[in-house]
């Protein structure tokens, strides 16, 4: 167990030790990032449990979103991965994954806030991103190349990305009535543009267009600032409706029990029945007369 620790001890200062100065900020930024998102989403996480009364989705969606971007960040740091004594095909096929699959919970939050027309695309979208999560993985374990496959991730990424902004810009010139866009969709847009700037030039160095460092997580936290201020205005505006309806069905307990009495009325003790019973011995008392 003591060997074991120093050879991760020794292999952890070698690599940092290679590092240049600009490299080892640069490491310091990714892990200082990666530790901000799993506690963003541990928070999340923790509030969509804890909160039942007025549980949102959202929070659950985002939470997962964040750890599974979290985790492929720290699987890119040469630092991180010589804690472990993991090779680095084993790396390479955790990233894979995690590129596959993460964009499920972002299209399921993105549907939670979108309005019913929209939603009829994002299905179709899911669904179509379901079966490439499921094509690449099971092309990762039949020993495809993941340089391939990365290759025609980027080009489902931009895909995806064109087929998004052109139903869009189609729905918006649509004929008939338009809705107006929530206040909460509007942040996400705008919060979405800011990260998929990052996001096409990472994809523009995977395919060797540009050259550069790669800063896609820069405008991830930017996104991900959206996503929790949708997330709490969701979550508390939930809140407030529900109080808002506890107040109302109290107000209507309070009216009707006002209105209804509240007890059962006792015939002997009511002063109509005292008067017929008195009518009624006086009637007798007609009857028999000789």
Same mark, same amino acid.
Not at 5 to 10: I, N
Not at 234 to 247: D, H
Not at 252 to 269: D, E, G, K
């Given at each position: 167990?003591?060997?074991?620790?120093?050879?991760?001890?020794?292999?952890?200062?070698?690599?940092?030790?290679?590092? *240049?100065? $600009?490299?080892?900020?640069?490491? =310091? &930024? #990714?892990? %200082? !990032?990666?530790?901000?998102? /799993?506690? +963003?989403?541990?928070?999340?996480?923790?509030?969509?449990?804890?909160?039942?009364?007025?549980?949102?989705?959202?929070?659950?969606?985002?939470?997962?979103?964040?750890?599974?971007?979290?985790?492929?960040?720290?699987?890119?740091?040469?630092?991180?991965?010589?804690?472990?004594?993991?090779?680095?095909?084993?790396?390479?096929?955790?990233?894979?994954?995690?590129?596959?699959?993460?964009?499920?919970?972002?299209?399921?939050?993105?549907?939670?806030?979108?309005?019913?027309?929209?939603?009829?695309?994002?299905?179709?979208?899911?669904?179509?991103?379901?079966?490439?999560?499921?094509?690449?993985?099971?092309?990762?374990?039949?020993?495809?190349?993941?340089?391939?496959? *990365?290759? $025609?991730?980027?080009?489902?990424? =931009? &895909? #995806?990305? %064109? !087929?998004?902004?052109?139903? /869009?810009? +189609?729905?918006?010139?649509?004929?008939?009535?338009?809705?107006?866009?929530?206040?909460?969709?509007?942040?996400?847009?705008?919060?979405?543009?800011?990260?998929?700037?990052?996001?096409?030039?990472?994809?523009?160095?995977?395919?060797?267009?540009?050259?550069?460092?790669?800063?896609?997580?820069?405008?991830?936290?930017?996104?991900?600032?959206?996503?929790?201020?949708?997330?709490?205005?969701?979550?508390?505006?939930?809140?407030?409706?529900?109080?808002?309806?506890?107040?109302?069905?109290?107000?209507?307990?309070?009216?009707?029990?006002?209105?209804?009495?509240?007890?059962?009325?006792?015939?002997?003790?009511?002063?109509?029945?005292?008067?017929?019973?008195?009518?009624?011995?006086?009637?007798?008392?007609?009857?028999?007369?000789?």
């Amino acid at each position: 167990m003591t060997d074991s620790s120093d050879t991760t001890a020794l292999l952890l200062v070698q690599t940092v030790a290679s590092f *240049s100065r $600009a490299e080892l900020r640069w490491e =310091l &930024a #990714t892990i %200082a !990032a990666a530790v901000a998102l /799993l506690s +963003i989403a541990l928070a999340a996480i923790a509030l969509f449990c804890f909160r039942r009364g007025t549980r949102d989705l959202t929070l659950l969606y985002f939470g997962l979103f964040c750890i599974l971007y979290a985790v492929r960040l720290l699987a890119l740091l040469s630092s991180f991965r010589s804690l472990f004594n993991e090779s680095q095909m084993f790396w390479n096929y955790v990233n894979w994954v995690i590129t596959c699959t993460i964009i499920l919970p972002f299209g399921l939050f993105f549907y939670q806030i979108a309005d019913e027309h929209l939603r009829n695309f994002l299905r179709w979208l899911l669904a179509a991103q379901m079966v490439f999560a499921i094509f690449g993985i099971l092309a990762a374990s039949s020993r495809v190349s993941l340089v391939k496959l *990365s290759f $025609a991730n980027n080009f489902v990424v =931009l &895909a #995806t990305l %064109a !087929a998004t902004a052109l139903f /869009l810009v +189609i729905s918006k010139w649509r004929p008939g009535p338009h809705q107006r866009l929530s206040h909460e969709f509007r942040v996400f847009i705008a919060a979405f543009l800011v990260w998929m700037l990052f996001v096409v030039h990472s994809n523009l160095l995977g395919l060797k267009i540009l050259t550069g460092q790669n800063v896609e997580f820069v405008g991830f936290l930017v996104f991900v600032a959206g996503l929790g201020y949708i997330s709490a205005y969701r979550t508390f505006g939930n809140e407030k409706r529900l109080i808002a309806i506890n107040k109302e069905l109290e107000i209507a307990r309070t009216i009707q029990s006002s209105t209804l009495p509240q007890s059962v009325p006792n015939p002997h003790r009511t002063p109509n029945c005292c008067a017929l019973r008195a009518h009624e011995r006086r009637r007798r008392g007609f009857l028999r007369f000789p």
